[in-house]
Protein backbone atom coordinates (compact mmCIF):
# COMPACT_ATOMS: atom_id res chain seq x y z
CA UNK A 1 0.00 0.00 0.00
CA UNK A 2 1.59 2.95 -0.87
CA UNK A 3 1.95 5.87 1.29
CA UNK A 4 -0.36 9.03 1.34
CA UNK A 5 0.99 12.23 -0.08
CA UNK A 6 2.21 13.72 2.92
CA UNK A 7 0.30 17.14 3.63
CA UNK A 8 1.55 20.39 3.45
CA UNK A 9 2.39 22.65 6.04
CA UNK A 10 2.42 26.30 6.66
CA UNK A 11 3.70 28.45 9.67
CA UNK A 12 2.52 31.50 10.18
CA UNK A 13 4.11 33.86 13.10
CA UNK A 14 5.29 37.43 13.77
CA UNK A 15 5.54 39.63 16.86
CA UNK A 16 2.03 40.45 18.86
CA UNK A 17 -0.48 41.82 17.40
CA UNK A 18 1.17 41.93 14.20
CA UNK A 19 -2.55 40.36 12.62
CA UNK A 20 -1.69 36.21 12.52
CA UNK A 21 -5.18 35.85 13.57
CA UNK A 22 -6.42 38.15 10.98
CA UNK A 23 -3.95 36.28 7.90
CA UNK A 24 -5.87 32.89 9.32
CA UNK A 25 -9.60 34.34 9.37
CA UNK A 26 -8.93 35.84 5.47
CA UNK A 27 -7.60 32.21 4.75
CA UNK A 28 -10.19 30.54 5.98
CA UNK A 29 -13.08 32.51 4.89
CA UNK A 30 -11.67 31.66 0.97
CA UNK A 31 -11.07 28.24 1.38
CA UNK A 32 -12.90 26.87 -1.56
CA UNK A 33 -14.05 23.97 0.33
CA UNK A 34 -10.78 22.45 1.14
CA UNK A 35 -10.10 21.06 4.72
CA UNK A 36 -7.66 23.01 6.40
CA UNK A 37 -6.51 22.62 9.87
CA UNK A 38 -5.47 25.06 12.11
CA UNK A 39 -3.38 24.36 15.44
CA UNK A 40 -2.94 27.78 17.08
CA UNK A 41 -0.54 28.40 20.13
CA UNK A 42 -0.95 31.61 22.47
CA UNK A 43 1.06 33.15 25.17
CA UNK A 44 -0.56 32.70 27.93
CA UNK A 45 -3.59 30.72 29.91
CA UNK A 46 -6.21 31.61 27.72
CA UNK A 47 -5.92 30.98 23.73
CA UNK A 48 -8.06 34.00 22.36
CA UNK A 49 -6.72 33.13 18.86
CA UNK A 50 -8.30 29.89 19.15
CA UNK A 51 -11.39 31.26 20.25
CA UNK A 52 -11.81 33.68 17.20
CA UNK A 53 -10.72 31.15 14.88
CA UNK A 54 -13.62 28.59 15.40
CA UNK A 55 -16.04 31.20 13.82
CA UNK A 56 -14.20 30.01 10.34
CA UNK A 57 -13.05 26.18 11.28
CA UNK A 58 -14.25 23.62 13.16
CA UNK A 59 -10.51 21.79 13.05
CA UNK A 60 -8.39 23.82 15.67
CA UNK A 61 -6.17 22.64 17.61
CA UNK A 62 -5.45 24.43 20.51
CA UNK A 63 -2.02 24.51 22.40
CA UNK A 64 -1.88 27.14 25.16
CA UNK A 65 0.41 28.49 28.00
CA UNK A 66 3.91 28.33 26.47
CA UNK A 67 5.72 29.45 23.35
CA UNK A 68 5.49 26.32 20.75
CA UNK A 69 8.65 26.28 19.70
CA UNK A 70 10.16 25.56 23.17
CA UNK A 71 8.47 24.98 26.31
CA UNK A 72 5.64 22.67 24.42
CA UNK A 73 7.40 21.68 21.33
CA UNK A 74 6.70 17.86 22.87
CA UNK A 75 3.17 18.88 22.33
CA UNK A 76 3.16 19.84 19.16
CA UNK A 77 4.75 16.82 18.21
CA UNK A 78 2.10 14.80 19.50
CA UNK A 79 -0.39 17.19 17.40
CA UNK A 80 1.41 16.69 14.39
CA UNK A 81 1.81 12.74 14.76
CA UNK A 82 -2.40 13.00 15.60
CA UNK A 83 -3.11 14.90 12.67
CA UNK A 84 -1.09 12.68 10.35
CA UNK A 85 -2.88 9.68 11.63
CA UNK A 86 -6.29 10.47 10.35
CA UNK A 87 -8.13 9.20 8.07
CA UNK A 88 -9.44 11.81 6.73
CA UNK A 89 -6.54 14.01 6.66
CA UNK A 90 -6.78 17.68 5.92
CA UNK A 91 -5.76 19.73 2.65
CA UNK A 92 -3.54 22.12 4.44
CA UNK A 93 -2.42 22.31 8.09
CA UNK A 94 -1.70 25.84 9.31
CA UNK A 95 0.19 26.09 12.53
CA UNK A 96 -0.38 29.74 14.19
CA UNK A 97 2.70 30.57 16.35
CA UNK A 98 2.39 32.75 18.76
CA UNK A 99 3.61 36.53 19.10
CA UNK A 100 6.80 35.59 20.79
CA UNK A 101 7.76 32.06 18.92
CA UNK A 102 10.33 31.65 16.60
CA UNK A 103 8.76 30.57 13.27
CA UNK A 104 11.95 28.95 12.08
CA UNK A 105 11.93 26.96 14.69
CA UNK A 106 8.43 25.65 15.05
CA UNK A 107 8.87 24.81 11.03
CA UNK A 108 11.81 22.77 11.92
CA UNK A 109 9.55 20.53 13.97
CA UNK A 110 6.75 20.27 11.22
CA UNK A 111 9.70 18.74 8.99
CA UNK A 112 10.82 15.95 11.48
CA UNK A 113 7.69 13.94 10.31
CA UNK A 114 8.01 12.81 6.34
CA UNK A 115 3.80 13.01 6.45
CA UNK A 116 4.31 16.34 6.18
CA UNK A 117 5.60 18.84 3.82
CA UNK A 118 6.57 22.48 4.48
CA UNK A 119 5.25 24.87 2.25
CA UNK A 120 6.01 28.21 3.68
CA UNK A 121 6.76 30.21 6.80
CA UNK A 122 4.78 33.23 6.60
CA UNK A 123 5.27 36.10 9.14
CA UNK A 124 3.20 39.17 9.81
CA UNK A 125 4.45 42.41 10.16
CA UNK A 126 3.43 45.14 11.50
CA UNK A 127 3.99 47.93 9.45
CA UNK A 128 2.99 50.80 11.84
CA UNK A 129 4.60 49.55 14.39
CA UNK A 130 7.77 47.03 13.44
CA UNK A 131 10.25 50.09 13.45
CA UNK A 132 9.81 50.56 16.97
CA UNK A 133 9.88 47.04 17.81
CA UNK A 134 13.03 46.38 16.12
CA UNK A 135 14.58 49.56 18.33
CA UNK A 136 13.27 47.90 21.56
CA UNK A 137 16.29 46.50 23.81
CA UNK A 138 13.87 44.20 25.19
CA UNK A 139 11.85 42.68 22.06
CA UNK A 140 13.92 43.92 19.37
CA UNK A 141 16.06 40.49 18.70
CA UNK A 142 13.30 38.30 18.79
CA UNK A 143 11.54 40.86 16.38
CA UNK A 144 14.89 40.39 13.91
CA UNK A 145 14.99 36.68 14.59
CA UNK A 146 11.19 36.20 13.95
CA UNK A 147 11.39 38.00 10.56
CA UNK A 148 14.94 36.26 9.39
CA UNK A 149 13.47 33.08 9.37
CA UNK A 150 10.52 33.87 6.84
CA UNK A 151 10.15 32.73 3.28
CA UNK A 152 7.30 35.04 3.02
CA UNK A 153 6.73 38.71 5.03
CA UNK A 154 3.19 39.88 4.64
CA UNK A 155 3.02 43.86 5.72
CA UNK A 156 0.56 44.24 7.38
CA UNK A 157 -1.90 47.41 9.01
CA UNK A 158 -0.15 49.42 5.71
CA UNK A 159 -2.86 52.03 5.41
CA UNK A 160 -1.95 53.11 8.73
CA UNK A 161 1.48 54.52 7.55
CA UNK A 162 2.60 57.02 5.02
CA UNK A 163 4.20 55.58 1.64
CA UNK A 164 7.99 56.70 3.15
CA UNK A 165 7.12 54.28 6.53
CA UNK A 166 6.45 51.49 4.36
CA UNK A 167 8.63 52.21 1.74
CA UNK A 168 11.20 51.63 4.96
CA UNK A 169 9.83 48.88 6.50
CA UNK A 170 10.18 46.83 2.87
CA UNK A 171 14.03 47.71 2.81
CA UNK A 172 14.35 47.09 6.66
CA UNK A 173 12.66 43.84 6.31
CA UNK A 174 14.67 42.88 2.93
CA UNK A 175 17.99 43.14 4.81
CA UNK A 176 17.15 40.87 7.39
CA UNK A 177 14.90 38.08 5.43
CA UNK A 178 16.81 39.02 1.75
CA UNK A 179 15.71 35.76 0.19
CA UNK A 180 11.93 36.42 1.38
CA UNK A 181 9.18 37.37 -0.80
CA UNK A 182 7.79 40.49 0.68
CA UNK A 183 3.67 40.56 0.32
CA UNK A 184 1.01 43.50 1.51
CA UNK A 185 -1.37 42.05 3.16
CA UNK A 186 -4.25 44.28 2.83
CA UNK A 187 -6.77 43.39 5.33
CA UNK A 188 -4.70 39.81 5.86
CA UNK A 189 -5.81 38.73 2.37
CA UNK A 190 -2.93 37.17 0.83
CA UNK A 191 -2.84 34.97 -2.66
CA UNK A 192 -3.86 31.25 -1.77
CA UNK A 193 -0.66 30.46 -3.62
CA UNK A 194 1.38 31.57 -0.77
CA UNK A 195 -0.50 28.77 1.07
CA UNK A 196 -1.05 26.19 -1.06
CA UNK A 197 2.04 26.14 -3.64
CA UNK A 198 4.93 25.07 -2.37
CA UNK A 199 7.72 27.42 -2.23
CA UNK A 200 10.89 25.61 -3.97
CA UNK A 201 14.44 25.82 -2.55
CA UNK A 202 13.32 24.03 1.05
CA UNK A 203 17.33 22.96 1.77
CA UNK A 204 19.53 26.09 1.46
CA UNK A 205 22.52 23.68 -0.32
CA UNK A 206 20.21 23.42 -3.62
CA UNK A 207 19.08 27.44 -3.51
CA UNK A 208 19.52 29.79 -5.97
CA UNK A 209 20.59 33.25 -6.24
CA UNK A 210 19.07 35.39 -3.46
CA UNK A 211 15.61 37.02 -4.80
CA UNK A 212 15.25 40.62 -4.35
CA UNK A 213 12.24 41.90 -1.86
CA UNK A 214 9.39 42.57 -4.14
CA UNK A 215 5.40 43.94 -2.91
CA UNK A 216 2.48 42.53 -4.57
CA UNK A 217 2.97 39.02 -6.39
CA UNK A 218 3.05 35.65 -5.28
CA UNK A 219 6.82 34.27 -4.12
CA UNK A 220 8.41 31.90 -6.54
CA UNK A 221 11.48 30.80 -4.22
CA UNK A 222 11.97 31.85 -0.91
CA UNK A 223 13.96 29.82 1.59
CA UNK A 224 13.00 27.68 4.53
CA UNK A 225 14.42 25.80 7.30
CA UNK A 226 15.79 22.58 7.00
CA UNK A 227 15.34 19.80 9.87
CA UNK A 228 17.42 19.29 12.83
CA UNK A 229 18.22 15.65 13.96
CA UNK A 230 15.29 14.16 14.79
CA UNK A 231 14.92 13.41 18.71
CA UNK A 232 11.76 12.14 21.01
CA UNK A 233 9.53 14.44 21.88
CA UNK A 234 6.90 13.56 24.55
CA UNK A 235 3.04 15.00 25.48
CA UNK A 236 -0.60 15.41 24.91
CA UNK A 237 -2.32 16.51 22.10
CA UNK A 238 -4.68 19.00 23.80
CA UNK A 239 -2.84 20.60 26.77
CA UNK A 240 -4.74 23.54 29.27
CA UNK A 241 -2.13 25.87 31.01
CA UNK A 242 -2.64 25.68 34.91
CA UNK A 243 -1.06 28.56 35.89
CA UNK A 244 -1.49 32.54 35.19
CA UNK A 245 1.93 33.59 34.71
CA UNK A 246 4.09 31.78 31.92
CA UNK A 247 8.32 31.50 32.74
CA UNK A 248 9.91 33.05 30.18
CA UNK A 249 12.83 31.40 28.16
CA UNK A 250 15.49 32.68 25.63
CA UNK A 251 13.88 33.67 22.70
CA UNK A 252 11.07 35.69 25.24
CA UNK A 253 12.84 36.30 28.35
CA UNK A 254 11.81 38.96 30.57
CA UNK A 255 7.86 38.51 28.65
CA UNK A 256 5.46 37.47 30.90
CA UNK A 257 1.62 36.93 30.93
CA UNK A 258 -1.43 36.83 33.06
CA UNK A 259 -5.03 36.76 32.32
CA UNK A 260 -8.32 38.14 34.07
CA UNK A 261 -11.25 36.97 34.00
CA UNK A 262 -14.65 37.78 35.12
CA UNK A 263 -18.27 37.18 34.68
CA UNK A 264 -19.40 40.20 35.52
CA UNK A 265 -19.78 42.62 32.21
CA UNK A 266 -17.88 45.53 31.47
CA UNK A 267 -18.81 49.08 31.71
CA UNK A 268 -17.65 50.15 27.51
CA UNK A 269 -16.60 53.52 27.84
CA UNK A 270 -14.88 52.42 31.44
CA UNK A 271 -12.88 49.60 30.36
CA UNK A 272 -11.61 51.74 27.17
CA UNK A 273 -10.62 54.45 28.97
CA UNK A 274 -8.87 52.31 31.50
CA UNK A 275 -7.07 50.45 29.00
CA UNK A 276 -5.67 53.35 27.34
CA UNK A 277 -4.12 54.50 30.96
CA UNK A 278 -2.95 51.64 32.45
CA UNK A 279 0.23 52.86 34.42
CA UNK A 280 2.25 50.07 33.30
CA UNK A 281 4.34 48.76 30.13
CA UNK A 282 2.26 46.63 27.76
CA UNK A 283 3.29 44.51 24.59
CA UNK A 284 -0.09 43.36 23.56
CA UNK A 285 -3.82 42.94 25.67
CA UNK A 286 -6.58 41.14 23.71
CA UNK A 287 -9.49 39.48 25.14
CA UNK A 288 -13.06 38.47 24.39
CA UNK A 289 -15.32 40.66 26.59
CA UNK A 290 -18.97 41.43 27.45
CA UNK A 291 -20.27 44.88 27.94
CA UNK A 292 -22.95 45.57 29.94
CA UNK A 293 -26.28 45.91 27.89
CA UNK A 294 -25.04 44.40 24.63
CA UNK A 295 -25.53 40.48 24.14
CA UNK A 296 -22.92 40.12 21.84
CA UNK A 297 -19.00 39.40 22.78
CA UNK A 298 -16.45 41.48 21.62
CA UNK A 299 -12.70 41.20 20.89
CA UNK A 300 -10.75 43.78 22.10
CA UNK A 301 -7.30 44.42 21.25
CA UNK A 302 -4.46 46.80 22.12
CA UNK A 303 -0.95 46.98 20.70
CA UNK A 304 1.41 49.86 20.59
CA UNK A 305 -1.26 52.04 21.81
CA UNK A 306 -3.62 51.22 19.24
CA UNK A 307 -6.89 50.16 20.29
CA UNK A 308 -9.48 47.85 18.80
CA UNK A 309 -12.70 47.03 19.72
CA UNK A 310 -15.39 44.71 18.16
CA UNK A 311 -18.10 42.76 17.88
CA UNK A 312 -17.23 38.51 17.92
CA UNK A 313 -20.71 37.06 18.10
CA UNK A 314 -19.17 34.25 17.56
CA UNK A 315 -17.38 33.89 20.53
CA UNK A 316 -18.59 32.21 23.55
CA UNK A 317 -20.37 34.68 25.69
CA UNK A 318 -19.60 33.13 29.43
CA UNK A 319 -18.07 36.43 30.87
CA UNK A 320 -15.29 38.35 29.89
CA UNK A 321 -11.36 36.97 29.61
CA UNK A 322 -8.56 39.03 29.10
CA UNK A 323 -4.71 38.17 28.41
CA UNK A 324 -2.01 41.16 28.92
CA UNK A 325 1.65 40.47 27.68
CA UNK A 326 4.57 42.54 28.79
CA UNK A 327 7.85 43.14 31.21
CA UNK A 328 5.48 42.79 34.44
CA UNK A 329 5.91 42.43 37.92
CA UNK A 330 3.71 40.98 40.55
CA UNK A 331 2.90 45.03 41.86
CA UNK A 332 2.06 45.49 38.22
CA UNK A 333 -0.74 42.27 37.34
CA UNK A 334 -2.39 43.94 40.57
CA UNK A 335 -2.16 46.98 39.15
CA UNK A 336 -3.91 45.93 36.18
CA UNK A 337 -6.66 43.87 38.19
CA UNK A 338 -7.88 46.71 39.94
CA UNK A 339 -7.84 49.51 36.85
CA UNK A 340 -10.41 46.35 35.68
CA UNK A 341 -12.46 45.98 38.35
CA UNK A 342 -13.21 49.30 38.73
CA UNK A 343 -14.35 49.45 34.57
CA UNK A 344 -16.74 47.07 35.52
CA UNK A 345 -20.82 47.94 35.36
Known sequence: MNAPPPIPLVVVGGYLGAGKTTLLNRLLAHARGRRIAVLVNDFGEINIDA????????????????????????RLADALLAIAARAERPDLLVIEASGVSDP???AQIG??????????VVVAVDVAGVTDALRDPLVGDMVRRQIAGASVLALTKADLADAATVSAVVASVGELAPRAAVLTARHGDL???VYLDRLDHLDPQDAGPPLAPTVGPAPTGPTAPTAPNARTASGVLLSRGSRHWTRPDALHAGILTFSYRTDRAFDKAALRQALKTLPVRLLRAKGLVAFDGDPRAHAVH????RMRVEPAGHAPQDGSALVFIGPFDAADKDTVRGCLDAALA
Open 51 to 74: ALIRARSDDVIQLENGCICCSIGG
Open 104 to 106: QRI
Open 111 to 120: LLDPAFRLNA
Open 191 to 193: PLS
Open 302 to 305: LVAG
